[in-house]
């Protein structure tokens, strides 16, 4: 069966991004980046929320054409194009990019999408994450925590009361100063 894994940038503090939306802090460089596109070209789809897919939509297609950016980058933009995506929007209408815009969240649904063959699915957006976790649909965290404190913005992971068991699976400490925390559920999730 197919993993759910969130997979986000943190500051030390614990957010995601500032209190503007602002990402400027993220530490990524080509070994960074390097390393994302290995995990993520073997996923079998990216979902999201609409905000985050519409700031993927506005970058990543065109992204390997502009000389100005890396190889790394523009692998990704590769595969970024490449790897269904699915979106979670209420009001969403239209997308590219083989992409599926589904409503909301059904557990039974992303069971069923699990159980399909294929990569693991990359899961994005704290709100999303939230939901995901919610429905105890969350196998996997691999958290990358960049050595800066923003003081203030969007938590990862808002205050829910559950408690959810983990085991360290991987640590890995690249040459920026980002370290990659990867956390599997240290017990199955309940099914409902």
């Known amino acids: 069966m197919r993993k759910i894994i969130c997979s986000m940038s943190v500051s030390l503090d614990g957010y995601m991004e500032g209190p503007?939306?602002?990402?400027?802090?993220?530490?990524?460089?080509d070994e960074l980046h390097e390393h994302f596109n290995?995990?993520?070209?073997?996923?079998?789809?990216?979902?999201?929320?609409?905000?985050?897919?519409?700031?993927?939509?506005?970058?990543?297609?065109?992204?390997?054409?502009?000389?100005?950016?890396?190889?790394?980058v523009k692998e990704f933009a590769g595969i970024w194009r490449d790897t269904p995506k699915i979106v979670f929007s209420r009001?969403?209408?239209?997308?590219?990019?083989s992409t599926t815009i589904l409503r909301e969240v059904d557990a039974d649904e992303i069971r069923a999408l699990?159980?399909?063959p294929g990569g693991d699915l990359a899961l994005g957006g704290a709100d999303l994450i939230s939901a995901f976790m919610r429905l105890d649909l969350v196998d996997e965290y691999a958290i990358y925590v960049h050595?800066?404190?923003?003081?203030?913005?969007?938590?990862?992971?808002?205050?829910?009361?559950?408690?959810?068991?983990?085991?360290?699976a991987e640590t890995r400490t690249f040459g920026n100063g980002v370290v990659l925390l990867r956390y599997e559920r240290a017990e199955p999730p309940v099914s409902t």
């Open 20 to 29: 503007n939306r602002e990402i400027d802090w993220h530490m990524v460089d």
């Open 38 to 72: 290995q995990r993520l070209q073997a996923m079998g789809a990216f979902i999201s929320g609409r905000v985050t897919h519409e700031l993927m939509a506005e970058f990543w297609p065109t992204a390997d054409s502009d000389p100005a950016n890396t190889g790394p």
């Open 91 to 97: 009001t969403l209408e239209k997308a590219d990019w």
């Open 114 to 116: 699990k159980a399909r």
């Open 147 to 168: 050595p800066v404190l923003i003081g203030a913005g969007k938590p990862l992971f808002p205050l829910s009361g559950a408690k959810i068991p983990l085991r360290l």
